[in-house]
């Protein structure tokens, strides 16, 4: 038995081994365990708290969620205001700003200043008070006097801790920061919320604020919320740093996030060249900012300067170009797209938005118009972030004059006047499926309908698919008008004479164009894959059928439920791959292309990774037996051994399949009595066994990965000499590495040429391995790629 001691002592181990590897995780972003090593420390402790509830305290991992809900916010008096910022919107007004400080500090013009950069988090400004290094209060910012007390709600988000580390905190310690919602929590957030039919939010700053100011804190641990620390407060019993700049470093080794865009730099120009730097990658970043912040980074200069009676001498937040405005919808007009989807598009009164004059907004599809409750003639607010289609975000029906009219889908196509219908979803759950209308009408007329024709060539003939040079939308357009092209396989048939017909086309453009063609008969199969222009696949997509499957006559005879053993291929689309290549006119253009000669270039294997890589359990949760789970199918397939040893089975052996649950149980026999299922799940475990995936075949698996960067995540900057970085990033694909936009500690190796910036300094301030454009050369010859 253990002794009190020994079970408090095992209490506060857990304890610390969780606050330290919730602080790898959500604040360093470098985890050190799996998640399942991690759920399962969570839930000793409780275990242990539950069976010794006397050891329970409100600084344990397992408190930050359970608090009941609150009746009502108390108010916070600020003991130091929580004070705004003065905005700069030009240049000139930070160049006045850095002139005011150097005067106010008596220093020349031309002295340099240091000053703390950070992006300016667009979210809800909190203030956290610390005693003894534990959280004691959490509000809001209020009107910067009085705010609300928050407390329950701040303990569940994860970027906050409950304790903080080491122990040279100040006896009482504010930390001011903001809360925000990043990009993808919101985008999954409000998709929940269309889900349970409920109201979604506008953007991630109005669903942080709801989310923050929920009665019940078991709705705000749900929420995708994280905080970023960016000042103190109060400090007592206690001395930080004479910076800004090493007081965030020093919160963030307490336990606090911090920006890892934040920089320290010298005077306006160094300011200046920061703002432009994350302007540039503002819409890449996974959250939304709206400027940059500067603050004085000498604590001294700080008091010195002081304040005015809302905001500090010393910061200012230097705002980015509105991206919001107000304006009227004119009309609504429908495109139609490459897979025939019909898009309604807001025709608008000019606002000039983000930078630019907008008139157009996109409108996403007709569920999209009634959730907005969208009518031509609304005055409605427009959205516009960088290089993103400008969209309705919300409408003001109070600005209504009756003059409105409602909107609605035409009955034909606007482009071919073929039918337009509403596409059909079909929903899995519980070994049962439910047909559902779906939010995208689309134009029947396929090939024959020249927008569709038009877009599918573009595509068809575009860098990443086939990449024949010099087939422009101008001269698309061209070819299709004339009737010279029907279909892909048509622009294999065209001779030199055709292109001197066209506008712009004279002998040595019409041969260079006719070279450019026949030179792309063949191409590597994830590239034809792509051109093909198959419904929701993408080029990644395109690349793991390819890789994976290794040729073309396997994946057009894959079976939805084969395919999702695919990385990263659920079952919507995998029937959206069944659909295009069990239908007849797409095989048809397919076999067309064939016949002129046009052939991928394929393996023909099936990666090892695949081969024997499922299991008859695997099968058995794939196949959607309702009440199997992952250990009732285990369960299962131990006891019967095959698929056809379940498929005969009767009710006395399920009832020997020791304990299988009695509802998995006759809802199995629900499903043994329907032969359109068990006819199913035979194909499926037939084409397993063909492709060479089926558990049997485990002893042809190859021992060893073909892909050596497998799992692997490299990064491209500056300029490529010997090949594009597109080039660049297909060899590193082709051997297994995912290629990103940023660089993390996760980052295996940035190759960076000439004129490499950001992405390089960060690359050497985290110290991830770069490499120049010679040595990437050599490692690709080292696996048999030549450049």
């Given at each position: 038995?253990?002794?009190?001691?020994s079970?408090?002592q095992?209490?506060?181990q857990l304890?610390?081994?969780l606050n330290h590897?919730?602080y790898r995780?959500?604040?360093l972003?470098d985890?050190?365990?799996?998640?399942?090593?991690?759920d399962r420390?969570f839930?000793?402790?409780?275990?242990l708290?539950?069976?010794?509830?006397?050891?329970?305290?409100p600084?344990?991992?397992?408190q930050r969620?359970?608090?009941?809900?609150?009746?009502?916010?108390t108010?916070?008096?600020?003991e130091?205001?929580?004070?705004?910022?003065?905005?700069?919107?030009e240049?000139?007004d930070?160049r006045?700003?850095v002139?005011?400080?150097?005067e106010r500090l008596?220093l020349?013009?031309d002295?340099?200043?240091a000053?703390?950069?950070?992006?300016?988090l667009d979210g809800?400004?909190?203030s956290l008070l610390?005693e003894?290094?534990?959280?004691v209060?959490?509000?809001?910012?209020g009107?910067g006097t009085?705010?609300?007390?928050i407390?329950?709600?701040?303990r569940t988000?994860?970027t906050v801790?409950?304790?903080l580390n080491d122990?040279d905190?100040?006896?009482?310690l504010?930390?001011?920061?903001e809360?925000?919602?990043?990009?993808a929590?919101?985008e999954?957030?409000?998709?929940?919320?269309?889900?349970?039919?409920?109201?979604?939010?506008?953007?991630?700053?109005?669903?942080a604020a709801?989310?923050?100011?929920?009665?019940?804190?078991r709705?705000t641990a749900?929420?995708?919320l994280e905080?970023c620390?960016y000042?103190?407060?109060i400090?007592e019993?206690g001395?930080?740093?004479?910076s800004?700049?090493e007081t965030l470093?020093?919160?963030?080794?307490w336990?606090?996030?911090?920006?890892?865009e934040?920089r320290?730099?010298?005077?306006?120009?160094g300011?200046l060249?920061?703002?432009?730097?994350?302007a540039?990658?503002?819409?890449?970043?996974a959250y939304?900012?709206?400027g940059?912040v500067f603050?004085?980074?000498?604590?001294?200069?700080?008091q010195?300067?002081g304040?005015?009676?809302?905001a500090?001498r010393?910061?200012?937040a230097?705002?980015?170009?509105a991206q919001e405005?107000?304006?009227r919808?004119r009309?609504?007009e429908?495109?139609v797209g490459?897979?025939?989807?019909?898009?309604?598009?807001?025709?608008?009164?000019p606002v000039f938005?983000?930078g630019?004059t907008?008139?157009n907004?996109?409108?996403?599809n007709?569920?999209?118009i009634a959730r907005?409750?969208?009518?031509?003639?609304?005055?409605?607010?427009v959205?516009?972030a960088?290089?993103v289609?400008?969209?309705?975000?919300?409408v003001?029906?109070e600005?209504?004059?009756?003059?409105?009219?409602e909107?609605g889908i035409?009955?034909?196509c606007?482009?071919c006047?073929?039918?337009?219908e509403r596409t059909?979803?079909?929903?899995?759950?519980k070994?049962k499926e439910?047909?559902?209308?779906g939010?995208?009408y689309?134009?029947?007329?396929?090939?024959?309908?020249?927008?569709?024709?038009?877009?599918?060539i573009i595509?068809f003939v575009?860098?990443?698919a086939?990449?024949?040079e010099?087939?422009?939308d101008?001269?698309?357009?061209q070819?299709v008008e004339c009737?010279l092209?029907?279909?892909?396989?048509?622009?294999y048939?065209?001779?030199i004479?055709?292109f001197?017909g066209?506008?712009?086309?004279?002998?040595?453009?019409s041969s260079?164009?006719?070279?450019?063609?026949?030179?792309?008969r063949?191409?590597?199969?994830?590239?034809?894959?792509?051109?093909?222009g198959i419904?929701?696949?993408g080029?990644?997509?395109?690349r793991?059928?390819?890789q994976?499957?290794?040729?073309l006559e396997?994946?057009?005879?894959?079976?939805?439920?084969?395919?999702t053993?695919l990385?990263?291929i659920?079952?919507e689309?995998a029937?959206?791959?069944?659909?295009?290549?069990?239908?007849?006119?797409n095989?048809q253009?397919?076999?067309e292309?064939?016949d002129l000669?046009?052939?991928?270039?394929?393996s023909?294997?099936?990666s090892p990774a695949?081969?024997?890589?499922t299991?008859?359990?695997?099968?058995?949760?794939?196949?959607n037996?309702?009440?199997?789970?992952?250990t009732g199918?285990e369960l299962?397939?131990?006891h019967f051994?095959?698929?056809?040893?379940?498929?005969?089975a009767?009710?006395?052996q399920l009832q020997s399949?020791?304990?299988?649950?009695?509802?998995?149980?006759e809802?199995?026999l629900?499903?043994?009595?329907d032969?359109?299922?068990c006819?199913?799940a035979?194909a499926v475990?037939?084409?397993?066994?063909?492709?060479g995936?089926h558990w049997s075949c485990?002893?042809e698996?190859?021992?060893e990965?073909s892909q050596?960067?497998?799992?692997?995540?490299w990064?491209l900057?500056?300029t490529l000499?010997?090949?594009t970085?597109d080039?660049?990033?297909?060899?590193l694909?082709?051997?297994?590495?995912?290629?990103?936009?940023?660089?993390?500690?996760?980052?295996?190796?940035?190759?960076a040429?000439?004129?490499a910036?950001?992405?390089l300094a960060?690359?050497?301030?985290?110290?991830?391995r770069?490499?120049?454009e010679?040595e990437?050369i050599?490692l690709?010859q080292?696996?048999g790629i030549s450049?």
């Amino acid at each position: 038995m253990c002794s009190a001691v020994s079970i408090e002592q095992d209490v506060q181990q857990l304890r610390d081994q969780l606050n330290h590897h919730n602080y790898r995780y959500y604040v360093l972003d470098d985890p050190e365990l799996p998640d399942a090593e991690y759920d399962r420390l969570f839930q000793r402790l409780k275990q242990l708290e539950a069976e010794h509830p006397e050891l329970v305290t409100p600084t344990s991992p397992t408190q930050r969620v359970g608090a009941r809900p609150a009746s009502g916010f108390t108010e916070v008096q600020h003991e130091l205001p929580m004070l705004s910022l003065d905005n700069a919107f030009e240049a000139q007004d930070l160049r006045d700003f850095v002139r005011r400080v150097q005067e106010r500090l008596g220093l020349s013009s031309d002295a340099d200043i240091a000053f703390a950069c950070e992006p300016k988090l667009d979210g809800i400004a909190v203030s956290l008070l610390y005693e003894d290094g534990v959280l004691v209060r959490a509000a809001t910012r209020g009107d910067g006097t009085t705010g609300e007390d928050i407390t329950q709600n701040v303990r569940t988000l994860r970027t906050v801790p409950l304790q903080l580390n080491d122990g040279d905190w100040p006896r009482r310690l504010e930390v001011r920061g903001e809360i925000y919602m990043p990009r993808a929590g919101f985008e999954a957030l409000n998709a929940r919320q269309r889900e349970r039919d409920e109201k979604t939010f506008v953007n991630p700053r109005n669903a942080a604020a709801g989310s923050l100011r929920q009665l019940d804190p078991r709705i705000t641990a749900d929420r995708p919320l994280e905080m970023c620390s960016y000042s103190t407060g109060i400090v007592e019993g206690g001395e930080l740093p004479a910076s800004h700049y090493e007081t965030l470093e020093l919160l963030h080794r307490w336990g606090f996030r911090i920006n890892p865009e934040m920089r320290l730099v010298q005077g306006v120009e160094g300011c200046l060249e920061y703002y432009e730097d994350l302007a540039a990658r503002r819409d890449s970043l996974a959250y939304d900012i709206d400027g940059i912040v500067f603050k004085v980074d000498d604590r001294a200069q700080q008091q010195q300067l002081g304040f005015v009676s809302r905001a500090p001498r010393w910061a200012i937040a230097h705002k980015f170009p509105a991206q919001e405005e107000m304006t009227r919808v004119r009309a609504v007009e429908f495109q139609v797209g490459r897979t025939g989807a019909v898009t309604p598009v807001a025709r608008l009164e000019p606002v000039f938005v983000g930078g630019v004059t907008v008139s157009n907004a996109t409108l996403h599809n007709m569920d999209e118009i009634a959730r907005l409750g969208l009518k031509v003639g609304d005055s409605v607010v427009v959205r516009r972030a960088g290089d993103v289609i400008p969209q309705v975000v919300r409408v003001l029906p109070e600005r209504r004059d009756g003059s409105e009219t409602e909107v609605g889908i035409p009955a034909s196509c606007p482009v071919c006047g073929s039918d337009i219908e509403r596409t059909q979803l079909i929903k899995r759950g519980k070994g049962k499926e439910a047909v559902s209308q779906g939010s995208i009408y689309r134009c029947v007329g396929r090939l024959a309908c020249q927008a569709q024709l038009k877009q599918a060539i573009i595509h068809f003939v575009s860098r990443r698919a086939m990449d024949i040079e010099g087939l422009g939308d101008k001269n698309v357009d061209q070819l299709v008008e004339c009737g010279l092209v029907r279909s892909p396989a048509d622009l294999y048939r065209l001779k030199i004479a055709d292109f001197r017909g066209l506008e712009g086309f004279a002998e040595l453009s019409s041969s260079n164009l006719y070279k450019a063609i026949q030179a792309r008969r063949e191409v590597p199969l994830a590239r034809f894959i792509y051109a093909l222009g198959i419904p929701e696949v993408g080029d990644g997509t395109a690349r793991a059928l390819a890789q994976q499957l290794g040729s073309l006559e396997r994946i057009a005879r894959a079976l939805p439920l084969v395919l999702t053993w695919l990385p990263d291929i659920g079952l919507e689309v995998a029937h959206e791959i069944r659909n295009f290549f069990t239908d007849a006119h797409n095989r048809q253009v397919i076999d067309e292309l064939t016949d002129l000669g046009v052939k991928p270039e394929q393996s023909g294997e099936l990666s090892p990774a695949l081969r024997g890589s499922t299991t008859l359990a695997e099968l058995l949760v794939k196949l959607n037996i309702p009440y199997v789970a992952k250990t009732g199918a285990e369960l299962l397939a131990g006891h019967f051994g095959s698929l056809d040893a379940l498929l005969e089975a009767d009710e006395e052996q399920l009832q020997s399949v020791a304990k299988l649950s009695k509802r998995a149980r006759e809802a199995l026999l629900g499903q043994l009595e329907d032969e359109d299922w068990c006819r199913e799940a035979r194909a499926v475990e037939k084409q397993l066994l063909e492709f060479g995936m089926h558990w049997s075949c485990q002893s042809e698996a190859a021992g060893e990965s073909s892909q050596p960067l497998a799992d692997q995540t490299w990064v491209l900057t500056g300029t490529l000499e010997r090949m594009t970085r597109d080039e660049a990033k297909e060899q590193l694909l082709s051997l297994g590495a995912k290629v990103s936009g940023s660089v993390s500690k996760k980052t295996e190796c940035v190759v960076a040429g000439p004129g490499a910036g950001s992405k390089l300094a960060k690359a050497e301030s985290l110290g991830v391995r770069v490499i120049d454009e010679g040595e990437f050369i050599d490692l690709l010859q080292q696996y048999g790629i030549s450049s």
